[in-house]
Protein backbone atom coordinates (compact mmCIF):
# COMPACT_ATOMS: atom_id res chain seq x y z
CA UNK A 1 0.00 0.00 0.00
CA UNK A 2 1.97 3.34 -0.99
CA UNK A 3 0.56 6.03 0.72
CA UNK A 4 2.77 8.81 -1.25
CA UNK A 5 2.81 8.52 -4.35
CA UNK A 6 4.19 10.73 -6.90
CA UNK A 7 2.76 9.66 -10.15
CA UNK A 8 5.61 10.68 -13.08
CA UNK A 9 8.40 8.96 -13.25
CA UNK A 10 10.06 11.66 -15.21
CA UNK A 11 9.73 15.25 -15.67
CA UNK A 12 11.50 17.21 -18.72
CA UNK A 13 11.77 20.84 -18.74
CA UNK A 14 13.30 23.73 -20.86
CA UNK A 15 16.00 25.86 -18.67
CA UNK A 16 14.13 29.12 -17.27
CA UNK A 17 11.10 27.44 -17.49
CA UNK A 18 8.74 26.46 -14.10
CA UNK A 19 9.26 22.83 -13.36
CA UNK A 20 5.88 21.23 -11.33
CA UNK A 21 6.36 18.03 -9.37
CA UNK A 22 3.30 16.54 -8.13
CA UNK A 23 2.73 13.98 -4.79
CA UNK A 24 -0.32 12.50 -3.20
CA UNK A 25 -0.72 10.86 0.13
CA UNK A 26 -3.76 9.04 1.22
CA UNK A 27 -2.89 9.00 4.88
CA UNK A 28 -4.67 11.61 6.94
CA UNK A 29 -2.77 11.55 9.21
CA UNK A 30 -0.03 12.49 7.80
CA UNK A 31 0.59 16.53 8.95
CA UNK A 32 4.15 17.65 7.91
CA UNK A 33 5.46 17.03 4.13
CA UNK A 34 9.21 17.25 3.13
CA UNK A 35 10.84 17.64 -0.21
CA UNK A 36 14.32 15.85 -1.22
CA UNK A 37 16.30 16.13 -3.90
CA UNK A 38 18.83 13.17 -4.91
CA UNK A 39 21.91 13.69 -7.20
CA UNK A 40 23.37 10.04 -8.75
CA UNK A 41 25.78 8.38 -6.07
CA UNK A 42 25.07 10.97 -3.47
CA UNK A 43 22.45 10.70 -0.59
CA UNK A 44 18.89 12.63 -0.79
CA UNK A 45 19.43 16.39 0.52
CA UNK A 46 16.70 17.87 2.17
CA UNK A 47 15.38 20.92 -0.28
CA UNK A 48 11.56 22.52 1.79
CA UNK A 49 9.50 21.47 4.36
CA UNK A 50 5.67 22.44 4.71
CA UNK A 51 2.85 21.58 7.78
CA UNK A 52 -0.13 20.77 7.58
CA UNK A 53 -1.72 24.38 8.81
CA UNK A 54 -0.20 25.86 6.01
CA UNK A 55 -0.97 25.93 2.38
CA UNK A 56 2.42 27.21 0.79
CA UNK A 57 6.07 27.67 1.90
CA UNK A 58 8.32 29.47 -0.21
CA UNK A 59 12.46 29.57 -0.29
CA UNK A 60 14.04 31.35 -3.19
CA UNK A 61 12.74 29.64 -6.29
CA UNK A 62 11.31 26.58 -4.77
CA UNK A 63 7.85 26.53 -3.78
CA UNK A 64 5.83 23.89 -2.25
CA UNK A 65 1.91 23.79 -2.22
CA UNK A 66 -0.34 21.69 0.16
CA UNK A 67 -3.97 20.97 -0.69
CA UNK A 68 -5.17 19.34 2.21
CA UNK A 69 -8.86 18.46 0.61
CA UNK A 70 -7.31 16.86 -2.07
CA UNK A 71 -4.26 15.26 -0.12
CA UNK A 72 -1.83 16.62 -3.26
CA UNK A 73 1.14 18.73 -2.96
CA UNK A 74 3.13 20.00 -5.80
CA UNK A 75 6.66 21.61 -5.75
CA UNK A 76 7.57 24.48 -8.43
CA UNK A 77 10.98 25.55 -9.26
CA UNK A 78 11.14 29.01 -10.86
CA UNK A 79 13.02 29.02 -12.90
CA UNK A 80 14.48 25.43 -14.03
CA UNK A 81 18.64 25.82 -14.26
CA UNK A 82 20.21 22.72 -15.29
CA UNK A 83 21.88 22.07 -12.27
CA UNK A 84 18.48 21.36 -10.92
CA UNK A 85 18.37 17.68 -13.10
CA UNK A 86 18.09 15.19 -10.26
CA UNK A 87 15.68 12.64 -8.60
CA UNK A 88 13.01 14.63 -6.37
CA UNK A 89 11.52 12.86 -3.69
CA UNK A 90 8.15 13.75 -1.99
CA UNK A 91 8.01 12.04 1.60
CA UNK A 92 5.55 13.00 4.47
CA UNK A 93 5.11 12.37 8.43
CA UNK A 94 2.72 11.81 10.92
CA UNK A 95 2.09 13.07 14.35
CA UNK A 96 4.47 16.07 13.87
CA UNK A 97 7.95 15.18 16.13
CA UNK A 98 6.37 12.96 18.20
CA UNK A 99 7.01 9.93 15.69
CA UNK A 100 10.43 9.50 16.01
CA UNK A 101 10.90 11.10 12.80
CA UNK A 102 10.05 7.96 10.36
CA UNK A 103 9.21 9.70 7.09
CA UNK A 104 7.06 7.77 4.54
CA UNK A 105 8.43 8.63 0.46
CA UNK A 106 7.27 8.57 -2.92
CA UNK A 107 8.82 6.60 -5.29
CA UNK A 108 10.59 9.56 -6.72
CA UNK A 109 10.49 11.58 -10.67
CA UNK A 110 13.46 11.98 -12.20
CA UNK A 111 13.16 15.82 -13.72
CA UNK A 112 15.74 16.80 -16.53
CA UNK A 113 16.33 21.04 -17.21
CA UNK A 114 17.74 21.07 -20.86
CA UNK A 115 19.83 23.99 -21.87
CA UNK B 1 28.81 20.44 9.02
CA UNK B 2 26.09 17.60 8.98
CA UNK B 3 27.64 14.14 8.64
CA UNK B 4 26.53 10.73 8.06
CA UNK B 5 28.84 8.58 6.74
CA UNK B 6 28.37 5.10 5.54
CA UNK B 7 31.48 2.60 5.60
CA UNK B 8 31.51 1.08 1.83
CA UNK B 9 30.23 2.57 -1.32
CA UNK B 10 30.77 -0.10 -3.17
CA UNK B 11 30.30 -4.12 -2.18
CA UNK B 12 29.60 -7.21 -3.71
CA UNK B 13 28.72 -10.15 -1.97
CA UNK B 14 28.11 -13.56 -2.48
CA UNK B 15 24.91 -15.64 -2.14
CA UNK B 16 24.58 -16.76 1.68
CA UNK B 17 27.24 -14.35 3.16
CA UNK B 18 26.39 -12.47 6.36
CA UNK B 19 27.16 -8.59 5.21
CA UNK B 20 27.54 -5.48 7.28
CA UNK B 21 26.67 -1.93 6.55
CA UNK B 22 27.84 0.30 8.82
CA UNK B 23 26.33 3.84 9.32
CA UNK B 24 27.93 6.44 11.80
CA UNK B 25 26.90 9.63 12.26
CA UNK B 26 28.73 13.03 14.46
CA UNK B 27 25.65 14.95 14.90
CA UNK B 28 24.43 13.61 17.88
CA UNK B 29 21.39 12.56 16.55
CA UNK B 30 18.55 10.58 18.70
CA UNK B 31 17.18 9.21 16.01
CA UNK B 32 18.75 6.99 12.70
CA UNK B 33 17.18 4.66 9.85
CA UNK B 34 18.06 2.33 7.47
CA UNK B 35 16.06 2.55 3.88
CA UNK B 36 16.61 0.96 0.56
CA UNK B 37 16.06 2.55 -2.88
CA UNK B 38 15.41 0.38 -6.12
CA UNK B 39 14.10 2.13 -9.38
CA UNK B 40 10.43 2.77 -8.97
CA UNK B 41 9.81 1.95 -5.58
CA UNK B 42 11.44 4.94 -3.91
CA UNK B 43 12.99 4.51 -0.69
CA UNK B 44 11.53 2.13 2.09
CA UNK B 45 12.22 1.76 5.22
CA UNK B 46 14.04 -1.24 6.51
CA UNK B 47 14.73 -0.44 10.08
CA UNK B 48 14.92 2.69 12.20
CA UNK B 49 16.41 3.61 15.94
CA UNK B 50 15.02 6.31 18.57
CA UNK B 51 17.39 5.35 20.80
CA UNK B 52 20.77 3.23 21.56
CA UNK B 53 19.87 -0.44 21.80
CA UNK B 54 16.45 0.12 20.85
CA UNK B 55 14.64 -0.51 17.44
CA UNK B 56 11.84 -0.71 15.27
CA UNK B 57 10.75 -2.88 12.07
CA UNK B 58 9.94 -0.49 9.38
CA UNK B 59 8.23 -1.41 6.04
CA UNK B 60 10.40 -3.94 4.64
CA UNK B 61 12.49 -5.57 7.82
CA UNK B 62 12.55 -9.25 6.42
CA UNK B 63 16.26 -10.54 5.91
CA UNK B 64 17.70 -8.21 7.66
CA UNK B 65 18.85 -7.29 11.63
CA UNK B 66 20.06 -4.00 13.08
CA UNK B 67 22.12 -3.48 16.10
CA UNK B 68 22.51 0.50 18.16
CA UNK B 69 25.00 -0.57 20.24
CA UNK B 70 26.18 3.61 20.35
CA UNK B 71 24.50 6.38 19.59
CA UNK B 72 26.60 7.31 16.75
CA UNK B 73 26.71 4.01 14.97
CA UNK B 74 23.48 2.25 13.60
CA UNK B 75 24.16 -1.49 11.33
CA UNK B 76 22.33 -3.13 9.20
CA UNK B 77 22.53 -6.74 8.84
CA UNK B 78 21.94 -9.04 6.25
CA UNK B 79 21.74 -12.48 8.02
CA UNK B 80 22.20 -14.63 4.46
CA UNK B 81 22.16 -12.00 1.49
CA UNK B 82 20.03 -12.93 -1.40
CA UNK B 83 19.86 -11.62 -4.57
CA UNK B 84 16.67 -9.75 -4.07
CA UNK B 85 18.84 -7.70 -1.59
CA UNK B 86 20.96 -6.02 -4.33
CA UNK B 87 19.73 -2.27 -3.83
CA UNK B 88 21.16 0.77 -3.16
CA UNK B 89 21.45 1.26 0.75
CA UNK B 90 21.07 4.59 2.92
CA UNK B 91 21.48 5.55 6.37
CA UNK B 92 19.99 8.56 7.70
CA UNK B 93 19.91 10.81 11.15
CA UNK B 94 17.40 12.92 12.74
CA UNK B 95 17.02 14.68 15.87
CA UNK B 96 14.46 13.63 18.24
CA UNK B 97 11.47 15.95 18.01
CA UNK B 98 12.25 16.80 14.05
CA UNK B 99 11.16 15.23 10.80
CA UNK B 100 14.36 16.46 8.61
CA UNK B 101 16.47 13.56 7.66
CA UNK B 102 19.89 13.69 6.94
CA UNK B 103 22.13 11.07 4.22
CA UNK B 104 25.04 9.17 4.13
CA UNK B 105 26.10 8.69 0.22
CA UNK B 106 24.30 5.42 -0.03
CA UNK B 107 26.10 1.91 -0.14
CA UNK B 108 25.45 0.07 -3.60
CA UNK B 109 25.28 -3.45 -2.72
CA UNK B 110 25.42 -6.49 -5.41
CA UNK B 111 24.80 -9.60 -4.33
CA UNK B 112 25.54 -12.49 -6.85
Known amino acids: DQQVKQNSPSLSVQEGRISILNCDYT??????FLWYKKYPAEGPTFLIS?????DKNEDGRFTVFLNKSAKHLSLHIVPSQPGDSAVYFCAASALGGTSYGKLTFGQGTILTVHP | DVKVTQSSRYLVKRTGEKVFLECVQD?????MFWYRQDPGLGLRLIYFSYDVKMKEKGDIPEGYSVSREKKERFSLILESASTNQTSMYLC???????????FGPGTRLTVT
Open chain 1, 50 to 54: ISSIK
Open chain 2, 27 to 31: MDHEN
Open chain 2, 92 to 102: ASSPAGLDEQY
Open chain 1, 27 to 32: NSMFDY
